[in-house]
Nanobody, 120 residues
Framework: QVQLVESGGGLVQPGGSLRLSCAAS????????VDWYRQRPGKQRDLIAE?????????NYADSVRGRFIISRDNAENTVYLQMNNVKPEDTAVYYC????????????WGRGTQVTVSS
């Protein structure tokens, strides 16, 4: 059974940092592109970061997080991370990860998400 578990969220002050984790079981994340999305209250789920499969390592970011967030993967741990730096109140959202690639269309598998709240 395929399962994704996002973790690492919590309450953080503006300007602070958090590292989110996306751990997988039943699927090898290395062979897929992995995306991080977030859903702010009352808004749609938006793509904010993606990392290419394998050893490619190329990443892409939404303008709203570029220069502050870093996506990375640890293939040995079958985990993808999202390092969030210099967070802002508008980063408050539920954060989700999802893999996609051959035979796995985007949005096929989701975890339950992890809540990030940025507030002083």
């Amino acid at each position: 059974q395929v399962q994704l578990v996002e973790s690492g969220g919590g309450l953080v002050q503006p300007g602070g940092s958090l590292r989110l984790s996306c751990a997988a079981s039943g699927i090898t994340l290395k062979i897929y592109r992995v995306d991080w999305y977030r859903q702010r209250p009352g808004k749609q789920r938006d793509l904010i970061a993606e990392i290419n499969p394998g050893d490619d390592g190329r990443t892409n970011y939404a303008d709203s997080v570029r220069g502050r967030f870093i996506i990375s993967r640890d293939n040995a741990e079958n985990t993808v991370y999202l390092q969030m730096n210099n967070v802002k109140p508008e980063d408050t959202a539920v954060y989700y990860c999802t893999p996609n690639g051959p035979g796995l269309p985007p949005g096929t598998i989701w975890g339950r998400g992890t809540q990030v709240t940025v507030s002083s």
